[in-house]
């Protein structure tokens, strides 16, 4: 910016930086009508803090009065402070298993990040919840979870950037891609038995997980009973039914055949002007057909998602859209807010996609939450995503004992999750230091055919590196 342009902007923030044994950072903020915010802050270096912990430090001062000026001078205040990155309910568990006093971690996370009160009871309220539905969650290093990608869909959402390929026409890349599949579960399991790791929990994600065949899904399937050890004890099989245009009776008695009854049905929006929009190609009358068929087929405990913000929606759109739920009552809710996804189409041709203000995005986030509270709906995980509409997050609500342990484990990090089939991300957990080794399948079919043994050899070398190293530890 040159300096004629800064002498004619609407608002100016100088900041003052000093760093010494502490670092101090001063923000004054101008504009344009001779009013000023000025916000200052401080925090002492400790003397073992390294160079990047130390920079860090700097980063979080200036993000401090960064956010106290605008917040005073636009009268908005940021829920969730300065925090970023998807999980925040990682930060409390980890002040749980530090022993730490709860009022202390709350004081903590509002003079870190300045999260307000209220999203820190909401933090709490999760972390309760999780810990009474897996008492032993802290301790299930030793343990194993794994997600399954297939990555078609029968069409693909504007919303969306997930590893997802319309299904019509391309047979033979599924059965290709099947085949691939089929290779890293053996393997996989084979070692997961001869090192007598278990599993706690498995979940078929996507892309759409019902977009390939009942038969197809009957020999993935079987091919899971015959690799993976001890699938009578795992906790939890979850299949992603999301696109209701992809459930049949025939994959319904699949599942059934297999004891498989967590399946997620996803409305998204019960506004069918809005589904045309977003190119989901079902109606509404469609997913409630479906969910009733899945209850019928014995499924008892169906997860169903629903997005605030979808273009050309506001508060009486969602109120319909809460009022349908109501008539189905899924065992677990998903709210998600909207989020602007850097590859997704509705990012890409924004002008196209006209979306709620910050107010209305937040009137509807409350309608949710006291939605959910009315109906015994209990909040047990959350996360927040880049570009999401009122800065706001992403929260699964269930009712008592229907909760998904998958997503608790896959939001906490508190193991190693396996990511299995085309676009499936490991997260790979130390034993000893906690920290996560990501490795990622390719996200396209044509690649993950072209090098699904090298992926799956890398990611055996990576398992026995780790639990060589926790039964070291362990001894």
């Keep these: ?62 993000s401090h009065v960064y956010l106290k000026v605008l917040q005073d001078w636009t009268g908005i205040t940021q829920k969730w402070g300065i925090l970023t990155g998807i999980r925040p309910t990682k930060l409390l568990h980890r002040h749980m298993q530090e022993k730490t006093p709860q009022a202390a971690a709350h004081l903590q996370l509002k003079e870190d990040y300045l999260i307000t009160d209220d999203k820190i009871q909401l933090m709490q309220q999760i972390v309760d919840r999780q810990l009474t539905v897996v008492p032993d969650l802290y301790e299930l290093q030793n343990e194993v979870s794994i997600y399954i990608g297939i990555p078609f869909c029968p069409t693909k959402c504007a919303y969306c950037t997930f590893p997802a390929y319309a299904i019509n026409g391309r047979q033979g890349s599924v059965d290709s891609f099947l085949g691939g599949l089929h290779y890293e579960i053996r393997h996989i399991g084979a070692w997961l038995k001869e090192n ?40 939890e099989i979850t299949v992603e039914a999301g696109r209701p245009d992809t459930i049949t009776l025939e994959k319904l008695k699949v599942l059934k055949k297999w004891k498989i009854d967590r399946i997620s049905i996803n409305p998204q929006s019960y506004i069918q002007e809005t589904l045309k929009a977003i190119g989901r190609h079902h109606t509404v009358e469609e997913t409630i057909d479906k969910f009733h068929l899945s209850r019928n087929m014995g499924m008892n405990n169906i997860n169903m998602d629903l997005i605030i913000g979808l273009p050309g929606e506001g508060v009486p759109e969602f109120s319909h859209t809460l009022n349908e739920t109501e008539k189905l009552m899924p065992e677990s809710l998903t709210v998600h807010t909207l989020s602007f996804k850097r590859a997704s189409e509705m990012t890409k041709n924004k002008d196209k996609y006209k ?93 993950y055919n072209d090098s699904f043994e090298k992926y799956t050899e890398e990611k055996l070398r990576i398992l026995s590196e780790l639990f060589d190293k926790q039964e070291s530890h362990a001894e």
């Design 1 to 62: 910016m040159s300096l004629q342009s800064q002498n004619h902007a609407d608002l100016k923030i100088v900041f003052q930086l000093e760093t010494d044994k502490s670092v101090r950072v001063k923000a004054l903020l101008s504009d344009i009508n001779g009013n000023e915010k000025s916000a200052y802050y401080e925090n002492t270096f400790i003397a073992a803090d390294s160079e990047k912990e130390q920079f860090k430090q700097i980063k979080n001062a200036v």
């Design 196 to 235: 007598n790791v278990k599993i706690t929990t498995v979940y078929y994600g996507g892309g759409t997980p019902t977009s390939i065949t009942a038969e197809e899904m009957d020999m993935l399937y079987e091919e899971m009973y015959a690799s993976f050890p001890n699938v009578e004890n795992i906790r």
């Design 355 to 447: 979306v709620a203000g910050r107010e209305e995005i937040e009137s509807m986030m409350e309608m949710a939450e006291n939605w959910t509270k009315e109906h015994q709906y209990a909040p047990y995980y959350l996360y927040r995503q880049k570009n999401i509409l009122g800065n706001l997050e992403n929260v699964g609500y269930a009712r008592p004992n229907q909760e998904s342990i998958y997503n608790i484990m896959i939001m906490e990090e508190q193991q190693t999750i396996i990511g299995l089939g085309c676009g499936a991300a490991s997260k790979f957990l130390h034993p000893i230091t906690g920290k996560i080794t990501h490795f990622a399948n390719p996200k396209d079919p044509k690649s």
